[in-house]
Nanobody, 121 residues
Framework: QVQLAESGGGLVQAGGSLRLSCAAS????????VGWYRQAPGKERELVAT???????NLADSVKGRFIISRDNRKSTMFLQMNSLRPEDTAVYYC???????????????WGQGTQVTVSS
């Protein structure tokens, strides 16, 4: 059974920090591209940061210089260190793990249940 379990969300004041974790089970984590997405009330889900199986990272412009994405393949866990948090970072944060071959074949694509991050002004 595949499970992606997020943790680390909560309430923090603007300027503060949080560290999100996503623990995966039931998949070959080291072969997966993984990432964090977020969805604020009334808005579309958006990409926050991704890290490939090879370790290449991509961050949304809005979080560059503030957030850091990392992974520990030995523990099948991904992290998002969030610093200098702003009220506009308030959202439900979801982790994703996927593996694709070529341009069209999806081996797997899984989502976690989400963790709430609330930044007060």
């Amino acid at each position: 059974q595949v499970q992606l379990a997020e943790s680390g969300g909560g309430l923090v004041q603007a300027g503060g920090s949080l560290r999100l974790s996503c623990a995966a089970s039931g998949i070959r984590f080291s072969a997966a591209d993984v990432g964090w997405y977020r969805q604020a009330p009334g808005k579309e889900r958006e990409l926050v940061a991704t890290i490939t199986s090879g370790g290449s990272t991509n961050l949304a412009d809005s979080v560059k210089g503030r957030f850091i994405i990392s992974r520990d393949n030995r523990k099948s866990t991904m992290f998002l260190q969030m610093n200098s948090l702003r009220p506009e970072d308030t959202a439900v944060y979801y982790c994703n793990a996927n593996r694709r071959i070529g341009t069209g074949f999806i081996v797997f694509d899984y989502w976690g249940q989400g963790t709430q991050v609330t930044v007060s002004s």
